[in-house]
């Protein structure tokens, strides 16, 4: 039979196993929730810099410069505030927009109303009363978001179409 002396002994040698064993749980547990939070961060930092090129395009092409003169509106970086504090938080650049395609509206002319397959494009009118009369020109416009402070650099390519009278890329 064991002595009283000797149980203590084996108590005390359980319990320091066992908080062993709990202060590694507690240390993977730490480490596995600190690189969640990592990769949360770095999902939300790309949602940012994707919604921030979002919004520098759709300034891009509500310009009316944009028809006439796509490269001169597109020289221009668009600096974007997302979260409302009134400091930019990405600064935006553009590659050149190229327009790769130019369509003939069918029924454009002579005050017929077309739609141009972009949600919420019509053209009414036209230009000389002719079918050939309506255009529609398509551009690829290229956004590129880089934040040195995050390392995230983001590239976002949007289809655009615009109604022309004119039937050739400019």
Known sequence: MKTQKQQ??????????????????AVSTFRSSSNNIRVVGNMQTRQEGTAAAGAAIDALISSNLFTTDPALVAQSPVSVDVD???TEDYLVRFDLPTCYRVTTLTGCGG???????????????????SAAGCFLREW???AVVNDPRTGLT?????????????????
Do not use: H, K, W, Y
Request: charged share 10%.
């Open 8 to 25: 203590r002994g084996v108590t005390l040698i359980m319990t320091l196993i066992f908080l062993m064993m709990m202060s590694l749980f």
């Open 84 to 86: 409302g504090d009134n």
């Open 111 to 129: 005050g017929a109303t077309s739609s141009s397959g972009v949600s919420g494009t019509v053209i009414e009118g036209g230009s000389g009363g």
């Open 140 to 142: 690829n416009v290229r």
């Open 154 to 170: 983001v590239v976002v390519n949007q289809g655009v179409a615009v109604p022309s009278t004119d039937g050739t890329c400019i």
